[in-house]
């Protein structure tokens, strides 16, 4: 089985995007340009898993990667249940919502998904939110199918080196969308990407990759530089025609600003970062209180759907990095010629 070294020639892997971002589409055109694809597939039930592995393989043959957060089906504390709709009943006033109706799902089965994952084989999977059990990465590596590990401290990258990954991805606290932390608190993971890869590269000879604002070929030859081996960009691909965020989303993301950003737990009860809205600002003095993910994602999930019907950014969860106003709205191909471009002008 070739190494993740040799699976494909460009240091760039398209991080997995929840939500929408990462169609078939986009990930088909990172990979057929060289760089590695990931389908974000969290919060995809394991048939439609399957279904956009196969889409993916009529647009490309080149390698792709899969994309799972590693969660335990929740218990649900009913009584916390309505203590947190109580938090979000002046969020629910403004946008008109009389009750917020209590979810009939959480999550996706983390077991049925990984059985579909594995069922579609893709050359790579990643994980992030927490490390598999040897057990699970013995039989994705069994099928041929490479593991990539998310740690956001050295802790964790010393973790997913000691069960054999063959990949960790180092997600820096500039990064969009949620933190992957799992030893430690969410808000102590603090180190930015450079940093958590200086502190990692005397420690950890598992191949790493980069992620976390970086958004053209400066930042890749950087991070090459300083010992990644690849760099995983999230941010730098929402706006791409590809992308399947909604226009209002990339609009938002268009019309950002320098230090637009913050991380709040508000939304989905885990630490993620995106565009500084009302939504964040409204919640921010109770943002500690709200139940851990994926109670409070899947609580919001009817506010994030009324905002976006309305057409309010301001009470949207934009997930994106701290480069985000550093995007460019073009086709994939034309991004990745470009970065590359740029990676040769920086080195
Ligand atoms: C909109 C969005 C959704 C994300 N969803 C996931 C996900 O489903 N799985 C995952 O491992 N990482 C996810 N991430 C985090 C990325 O893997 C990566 O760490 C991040 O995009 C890197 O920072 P950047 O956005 O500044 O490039 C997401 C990031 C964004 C912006």
Same mark, same amino acid.
């Given at each position: 089985m070739p190494s993740m070294q040799q699976l494909f020639p460009l240091p760039i892997i398209q991080a997995p995007m929840a939500g929408?971002? +990462? +169609? $078939?589409?986009?990930?088909a055109a990172v990979s057929q340009?060289?760089? @590695?694809?990931s389908l974000a597939a969290p919060l995809l039930a394991p048939l439609a898993i399957i279904e956009q592995a196969e889409h993916i393989r009529r647009l490309t043959d080149k390698p792709f990667a899969i994309n799972l957060f590693v969660q335990p089906r929740p218990q649900i504390d009913f009584a916390a249940l309505e203590a947190a709709k109580v938090l979000l009943q002046p969020v629910c006033a403004e946008l008109g919502m009389e009750n917020l109706p209590t979810p009939t799902r959480w999550c996706e089965d983390f077991d049925a998904q990984l059985d579909a994952l594995?069922?579609?084989?893709?050359?790579?999977?990643?994980?992030?939110? *927490?490390?598999?059990h040897g057990a699970q990465l013995q039989r994705l590596q069994a099928a041929g199918i490479r593991v990539i590990g998310t740690a956001t401290n050295v802790a964790e990258a010393i973790v997913w080196q000691a069960m054999g990954a063959d990949a960790?991805? @180092? !997600?820096?606290?500039?990064?969009?969308g949620h933190r992957g932390t799992f030893i430690g608190a969410q808000q102590d993971a603090r180190l930015g990407a450079m940093e958590l890869l200086a502190a990692c590269r $005397? @420690?950890? !000879? +598992? $191949?790493?990759i980069v992620a976390g604002g970086i958004m053209d070929g400066a930042g890749i030859a950087a991070a090459l530089a300083a010992?990644? !081996?690849w760099v995983q960009m999230g941010t730098a691909f929402l706006c791409c025609h590809e992308s399947g965020v909604s226009a209002l989303y990339k609009e938002m993301l268009q019309k950002a600003k320098g230090d637009s950003t913050r991380q709040t737990r508000a939304f989905s009860g885990r630490l993620a970062r995106g565009l500084d809205n009302r939504f964040m600002q409204m919640m921010a003095n109770?943002? *500690?209180q709200? $139940?851990?993910y994926p109670v409070q994602n899947a609580l919001t999930g009817a506010i994030r759907s009324a905002a976006a019907q309305q057409q309010r950014p301001d009470m949207m969860s934009l997930w994106c990095g701290q480069g985000v106003s550093r995007s460019r709205a073009m086709h994939v191909a034309e991004l990745m010629q470009t970065l590359m471009n740029e990676v040769q002008a920086a080195s």
């Open positions: 929408g971002a +990462t +169609t $078939p589409e986009l990930v340009f060289g760089g @590695l694809g594995i069922t579609a084989r893709p050359a790579v999977a990643s994980f992030t939110f *927490d490390v598999l960790i991805c @180092l !997600q820096g606290t500039e990064a969009g $005397p @420690l950890i !000879q +598992t $191949p790493l010992g990644a !081996q109770v943002a *500690d709200v $139940p851990a």
